[in-house]
């Protein structure tokens, strides 16, 4: 059984998590980051953070939901990547996201929501602040043949108290370990949701975007 280490990921260089200004009328949010143009629409848009470790689905999980042609920054993963970047077991993918991916959901006539992908490789980390900014939870994808490599997401939103669920993304129709397990090898809190999801069924993906919404909402009214 693979334990979670005590000790937080090192920082990799990445820069302290920047704040938002509160005189700034475009920096301030009200609950759940609804900003003030969107709320005087009766709209509330809410910025969702997909992250995970290298191929554990972020990319496909944006695009079964998105109800717009998602942006995506994939490219291709050459030679000069040998030594860099860490592919692990996935030795069959042969693109890696280097920016983001970005999607739009609907979640109801009052609630949109705003997904942004983050990229999977360590030398990307240092783009993971911006794309958290103002974001009020996250979803964090997990291949539970390499828990290892969700460590860092798990860590990064548990530092910064940013209300997250913990999806397990069936690989091949099926999990290598049950979500008890995970969260007894990941030190996951209780309060934390660990579901089992599909990224390529959309029914799947939503269900779990709803989970992460009643999270933080539940959050913000303690």
């Not at 005590?6 to 609950?31: C, I, Q, Y």
Request: net charge negative; proline share 7%.
């Amino acid at each position: 059984m693979i334990s979670r280490p005590s000790e937080l990921r090192p920082e990799s260089g990445r820069p302290p998590l920047d704040r938002p200004d509160p005189t700034n009328r475009l920096d301030r949010d009200d609950e759940l980051g609804q900003r003030p143009v969107l709320a005087a629409s009766g709209v509330k848009a809410l910025k969702i953070v997909v992250a995970g470790g290298f191929a554990a689905g972020k990319t496909t999980f944006v695009d079964s939901i998105s109800e717009i042609t998602p942006l995506t920054t994939e490219a291709p993963m050459t030679e000069r990547s040998v030594g860099i970047d860490d592919v692990g077991q996935v030795t069959s993918k042969t693109t890696t996201t280097v920016a983001m991916d970005f999607g739009r959901m609907t979640l109801s006539p009052t609630t949109m929501l705003y997904l942004f992908g983050t990229p999977g490789q360590d030398r990307f980390w240092f783009m993971w602040d911006e794309l958290a900014k103002g974001a009020v939870g996250a979803v964090v994808l997990a291949d539970t043949r390499r828990l290892g490599d969700c460590f860092g997401a798990l860590d990064y939103f548990d530092q910064r108290g940013l209300p997250y669920v913990v999806g397990l993304n069936r690989f091949d129709g099926e999990l290598a370990h049950h979500p008890d397990e995970v969260r007894d090898a990941l030190s996951i809190p209780p309060a934390i949701p660990v579901i089992d999801i599909d990224a390529r069924d959309r029914a799947s993906v939503k269900g779990s975007l709803v989970q992460l919404v009643r999270l933080a909402i539940e959050r913000k009214r303690r």
